[in-house]
């Protein structure tokens, strides 16, 4: 059994959820709350299983290796498991898939999660104001770079590559999910909008959300 | 013949030129300065290039598909084409060299670029002391998880995996590269003091080094 250490609103951890849903693998979810306590995440026992100390990591099998960072793990999982592929089968394809995916994942989020934004807070004593002004900066700059690799690109489909979702779905959803929260206008981007209605109408995608997951609150 | 979009210091740019030397891949250096004139890769026809309006960005051939993304590249060079191979054959080997990479890629470098760097000071007006803090704070975070993901395990040889460079090594030395740059004393790491030593000694790290491009200054 696949065991996922997850938060409920990690865009990481929602990220696997969808590739684990997609592909019809069936996973325990063990919670790592990062905020109770000063965040779990911190504790020693969770850093001898992710020394980042960050969420998500998946362990495939009882006592089996601990995979971390999530678009490795969602590579593994199209590799070593079964189920419908995340990634196309040409390395043309593949590199536009994972570029899209790490526009999300190397370029936007990291900038505003949660660990970012408390530092912002706690150590450089900025105002609301100006966290929110950050977050709002560098999402506009991410989804409006996204929104031009989709809509200029005939390979985008009904999903970000095509007419099946995958790996960058799976990345641009939570991201979305995450500027929704903060109040950014996702309607500004008409492909990235019509994408995710898209994926937001598969049960894959709505059993992975935030709100479903045993840990929500 | 390949050409890159690069700007000598770039880490992402960097990373690319050590995996196209590695293979052994000759290329056309397109230089992209990212200060000149308010920064080239704001230029509306590097845009065009590249909507992220970031560096590096691969051109496979004349007419061919502009690639974006440092890890996607590198991915598609060692999928498409010869050399040595950069990541391993197995699927957890590959998980593990991809989150070793993505720790670097992800989690990181995005916090301590340049263009967030020039955020802190400009639009935040933040100190030079608090840029340096942040600064020290993620690399910190960030070089030593990387060190207990190395120490931790039996799979580190002479480079990031087993006793040949890859993928991860081309991730880590030009972040031990940007470390160095801002002081941090990378000895404090001795894993990744040890590898990047081996990775130095190797030609193709030498050429793909800051200051033996073509624009450096």
New interface residues.
């Given amino acids: 059994m696949l065991k996922l250490y997850s938060y409920f609103r990690s865009s990481a951890a929602y990220r696997v959820r969808i590739a684990l849903a997609l592909k019809g693998l069936p996973y325990e979810t063990v919670p790592v709350h990062l905020l109770a306590g000063g965040g779990q995440q911190h504790a020693p026992a969770y850093r001898a299983t992710n020394?980042?100390?960050?969420v998500p990591a998946l362990q495939d099998g009882q006592g089996g290796?601990v995979?971390?960072?999530s678009?490795?793990?969602i590579?593994?999982l199209d590799?070593?498991h079964g189920g419908a592929p995340l990634l196309p089968a040409d390395?043309?394809g593949?590199?536009?898939v994972?570029?899209l995916a790490?526009?999300v994942?190397?370029?936007l989020?990291?900038?505003n999660n949660l660990r970012?934004l408390r530092?912002?807070k706690h150590?450089?004593g900025?105002s609301d104001a100006?966290k929110d002004?950050?977050y709002a900066?560098w999402v506009g700059l991410g989804l409006s770079?996204i929104e031009?690799?989709l809509a200029?690109s005939p390979a985008t489909g009904r999903f970000c590559h095509g007419d099946a979702p995958g790996l960058a779905d799976c990345c641009l959803v939570p991201q979305v999910f995450n500027a929704r929260r903060f109040n950014c206008r996702v309607e500004d981007y008409p492909t990235i909008a019509r994408i995710t209605a898209a994926c937001e109408e598969l049960p894959a995608f709505q059993a992975a959300a935030p709100d479903r997951q045993p840990d929500a609150q």
């Fill in positions: 020394p980042q100390s960050l290796a995979l971390t960072q678009l490795a793990i590579e593994y590799e070593a390395s043309l593949r590199a536009r994972r570029a790490q526009a994942a190397c370029d989020h990291p900038l970012v530092y912002l150590e450089l900025v100006q002004a950050w900066h770079a031009d690799m200029a």
